[in-house]
Antibody, heavy 117, light 107 residues
């Protein structure tokens, strides 16, 4: 069974970097595409970006200058780094696997991140 | 970016009712539309993909349809387990975008 689990700090100070890890079991991240999505208070969701089976990446232009998605294939993990965070980055962050049809078929449980001094 | 206008933002219905949630796409997205159900503290669960295809294991009470740029999720014979937030999602082009969500509660 495919399982994804996010981990990382729940509190980040403004102007600092947010770093999260997605640990995947039951499926190799060297196959398919793997993404980060966040849900803001009020339920609006935003696709942040993905890393592909080959390690290529694509980011939401709204975040392009601040975001980086990387991976460690030996640990079957991929990572999100978001720089220069503000209170508007307060959200629940999810990692997810793309199905062959490009929608997301498996999601992690999510990690709530609050940006506050 | 493609805007997905989802309505209603919230709704309350009774056990056994039929409810419909809609998303209007700001441009053509073909059938590249999925629906997710999310319960408090849980991850989104894929319900419908390709606008009309039921994900494995999802009850047949759920169905998706399309009329032009309007996409609908219909739930028949509403049960308490159907409470939650429903999100539509277009994956036609990047950046992928989502509707604002519909909170469904049972009376």
């Amino acid at each position: 069974e495919v399982q994804l689990q996010e981990s990382g700090p729940g509190l980040v100070k403004p102007s600092q970097s947010l770093s999260l890890t997605c640990s995947v079991t039951g499926y190799s991240i060297t196959s398919n595409y793997w993404g980060w999505i966040r849900k803001f208070p009020g339920n609006k969701m935003e696709w942040m970006g993905y890393i592909s089976y080959s390690g290529s990446t694509s980011y939401n232009p709204s975040l392009k200058s601040r975001i980086s998605i990387t991976r460690d294939t030996s640990k079957n993990q991929f990572f999100l780094q978001l720089n220069s965070v503000t209170t508007e980055d307060t959200a629940t962050y999810y990692c997810a696997k793309k199905a062959g049809g490009d929608y997301f078929d498996y999601w992690g449980q999510g990690v709530m991140v609050t940006v506050s001094s | 970016d493609i805007q997905m206008t989802q309505s209603p933002s919230s709704m309350s219905a009774s056990l056994g009712d039929t409810v419909t949630i809609t998303c209007l796409a700001s441009q053509d997205i073909g059938n590249y539309l999925s629906w997710y159900q999310q319960k408090p503290g849980k991850s989104p669960k894929l319900m419908i993909y390709g606008a009309t295809n039921l994900e494995d294991g999802v009850p047949s009470r759920f169905s998706g349809s399309r009329s032009g740029s309007d996409y609908s999720l219909t739930i028949n014979s509403l049960g308490y387990d159907d409470e939650g937030i429903y999100h539509c999602h277009q994956y036609y082009e990047y950046p992928y975008t989502f509707g604002a969500g519909t909170k469904l509660e049972l009376k």
